[in-house]
């Protein structure tokens, strides 16, 4: 391995968990593709997925969304013992903060995934509420996961549509191979560390704009046009001023992401339902003079929507902040990454790539 872009397409594990074709826009996760998944199931089927190795059966699910349930209670006692995590301004650094105050001795070695999953969006809610000066909202374990935490992090508080979108989205979000965020989670597990080290150095990962801040930079783009009609005039601009078009393009996908027309369609339903989507007519008109006017400018190189474009759109339509984007997204990629931990612990190898000197050499030869 180098430190240079050669770096991609370099395998570096062999995982069961989830494949990316670049090439023809698929995203498969346990032998699902990723539409189907969400289209059917809800983030706790999701999880059992991830973490079993199978979709789980009615009574499987009960005692996940139990555990987890009962996870999110126990995550929210800790909330006075976290200083002051929360505080931040940042809701990623807050997030980071908040889960490193977690010792792995305290956690029930057997159900350390529920335990972290609760409280990556127990955390991320209530820093939404401090941040809005509110008293964070103690769980319902009673509800899935997603309706649970739409209804501690959102001002507008929750209801079926709102939340069966939110699960759509954490599905979609739950994994995609080897990023960032979970090859670190492989390197810290490779090294026999705890899981909540390996989750604390992935949120690391997670936190920098080129892997989890892009759906923030997309609504405030969205927000900048305004209306359809001024879509290919303002995208003429940016590109002539050799600006970026958020939301655009992927480093593996060489088509639109899959996990874009999930989202598009989760707004759909949205809309259909009467709940607020104004910006799916806007982000579609931007979608397509950006596909146009990027193939036009570099037809050696195809360009189309990845998925931070329509998470912009379902996150605000289901009431979250522009802020709490990125939390958001911690709050799917934890199910991802506390797989990926295991899978890393089971194969007992430590992740140890090489890199290629570039630096200069010593003056005089070392003598023989």
């Given amino acids: 391995m180098t430190t240079t872009d050669g770096l991609e397409g370099v395998v570096v594990a062999e995982t069961q968990l989830s494949d990316v074709d670049g090439e023809r826009g698929r995203l498969v996760i346990r032998g699902h593709d990723v539409e189907s998944l969400a289209l059917a199931n809800d983030f706790e089927a999701l999880c059992a997925l991830l973490w079993r190795?199978?979709?789980?059966?009615?009574?499987?699910?009960?005692?996940?969304?139990?555990?987890?349930?009962?996870?999110?209670?126990?995550?929210?006692e800790r909330l006075p013992r976290l200083g002051d995590a929360l505080e931040s301004c940042d809701g990623m650094e807050a997030l980071r903060a908040a889960l490193a105050h977690l010792r792995a001795s305290e956690i029930d070695s057997t159900d350390v995934p529920a335990e972290l999953t609760g409280a990556v969006a127990v955390f991320a809610a209530a820093w939404a509420r401090v941040r809005r000066g509110a008293a964070p909202l103690a769980p319902d374990p009673a509800l899935g996961h997603a309706a649970d935490y739409l209804r501690m992090a959102s001002a507008h508080g929750t209801d079926p549509e709102r939340a069966r979108a939110l699960d759509a989205y954490l599905v979609t979000a739950a994994d995609h191979g080897m990023n960032a965020s979970t090859f670190t989670a492989r390197v810290v597990a490779s090294t026999e560390s705890d899981t909540v080290s390996a989750v604390v150095a992935a949120l690391g990962a997670l936190k920098g704009p080129r892997h989890g801040g892009a759906p923030g930079p997309v609504l405030a783009m969205l927000d900048a046009i305004g209306s359809p009609e001024r879509a290919a005039a303002w995208i003429a601009a940016e590109l002539a001023a050799g600006r970026r078009i958020m939301g655009m393009g992927h480093r593996v996908y060489r088509v639109r992401d899959p996990r874009a027309a999930v989202l598009e369609r989760a707004v759909e339903r949205l809309r259909a339902a009467g709940l607020r989507s104004d910006r799916l007519d806007l982000a579609r008109a931007v979608e397509g003079v950006a596909v146009s006017s990027l193939g036009e400018r570099r037809p050696e190189r195809r360009l189309a929507?990845?998925?931070?474009?329509?998470?912009?759109?379902?996150?605000?339509?289901?009431?979250?902040?522009?802020?709490?984007?990125?939390?958001?997204?911690?709050?799917?990629?934890?199910?991802?990454?506390?797989?990926?931990?295991?899978?890393?612990?089971?194969?007992?190898?430590?992740?140890?790539?090489?890199?290629?000197?570039?630096?200069?050499?010593?003056?005089?030869?070392?003598?023989?």
């Fill in 53 to 76: 190795g199978a979709l789980p059966s009615a009574r499987e699910h009960a005692e996940l969304c139990a555990r987890i349930g009962r996870a999110r209670v126990r995550a929210f």
């Fill in 305 to 368: 929507a990845n998925v931070e474009f329509y998470t912009a759109v379902i996150l605000d339509a289901i009431g979250l902040a522009q802020e709490q984007f990125s939390p958001t997204f911690a709050v799917a990629r934890v199910a991802g990454w506390l797989a990926h931990v295991d899978e890393q612990a089971r194969g007992g190898r430590l992740i140890r790539p090489s890199s290629r000197y570039v630096g200069p050499q010593p003056e005089t030869p070392v003598a023989a």
